[in-house]
């Protein structure tokens, strides 16, 4: 079964940029939507930004539109999470997640139950003032 792991978190000045991968090993998750979820202290794991199987669309949470950045790389088994412009408020546990084969739009990753997604460990991101 597929593994995902996480890297590339940190801690970051505000106004700096971090780059998260995902890598897959155990299954490629080329023919699946791909997202990225993150969790602060005290609040609610919440949905950041997902690409569909194919990488030609992307959605993102209001509150980074413009200055997070996802894609993927089949080859590879990787996806990627450019963070830019971060701000105070940007401090979580990022977790990747993958939909199920077969299950290939933003949807399958913004609107599954979380047993439906395979899921990292998570990479801890800071920003400091």
């Known amino acids: 079964q597929v593994q995902l792991v996480e890297s590339g978190g940190g801690l970051v000045q505000a106004g700096g940029s971090l780059r998260l991968s995902c890598t897959a090993s155990?299954?490629?998750?080329?023919?699946?939507?791909v997202g990225w979820f993150r969790q602060a202290p005290g609040k609610e794991r919440e949905f950041v930004a997902a690409i569909n199987w194919g990488g030609h669309t992307t959605y993102y949470t209001d509150s980074v539109t413009g200055r997070f950045t996802i894609s993927r790389d089949d080859a590879n088994n990787a996806a990627y999470l450019q963070m830019n412009s971060l701000k105070l408020e940007d401090t979580a546990t990022y977790y990747c997640?993958?939909?199920?084969?077969?299950?290939?739009?933003?949807?399958?990753?913004?609107?599954?139950?979380?047993?439906?997604?395979?899921w990292g460990l998570g990479t801890q991101v800071t920003v400091s003032s």
């Open positions: 997640a993958a939909a199920r084969p077969g299950q290939t739009t933003i949807g399958a990753i913004v609107q599954a139950p979380p047993a439906n997604l395979i």
């Open positions: 155990g299954r490629t998750f080329s023919t699946s939507a």
